[in-house]
């Protein structure tokens, strides 16, 4: 069974920074677009950054030039680094990823348990 842990969350003061980490525990033969989603209760899940094996990435507007996504394709992991943090950047912040379980194995997503950003005075 594969599964995703983030860690790195917490409080942090406005324009403050944090660095969200994403590995697997179980084994993964390869993975291919790596994302992080944010959720806040009562609205619907956002997709904050992504990055292909390749490395192309993609961001939110809002959080664009403040949020860099980046992986280590050899761990299969991806991370976060969160800067000029806002309050409205508060969240459970869960990574998502395509990935084989087992070489020629059958590409699903995985996501992890989430992890709390908080941004307030």
């Known amino acids: 069974q594969v599964q995703l842990v983030e860690s790195g969350g917490g409080l942090v003061q406005p324009g403050g920074s944090l660095r969200l980490s994403c590995g697997a525990s179980g084994s993964i033969s390869s993975t291919y677009t790596m994302r992080w989603y944010r959720q806040v209760p009562g609205k619907q899940r956002e997709l904050v950054a992504s990055?292909?094996?390749?490395?192309?990435?993609n961001y939110l507007d809002s959080v664009q030039g403040r949020f860099a996504i980046s992986r280590d394709n050899a761990k299969n992991t991806v991370d976060l680094q969160m800067n000029s943090l806002r309050p409205e950047d508060t969240a459970v912040y869960l990574c998502?990823?395509?990935?084989?379980?087992?070489?020629?194995?059958?590409?699903?997503?995985?996501w992890g348990q989430g992890t709390q950003v908080t941004v307030s005075s």
């Open positions: 990055i292909t094996s390749g490395g192309s990435t």
């Open positions: 998502n990823a395509d990935a084989r379980a087992w070489t020629r194995g059958p590409i699903n997503a995985y």
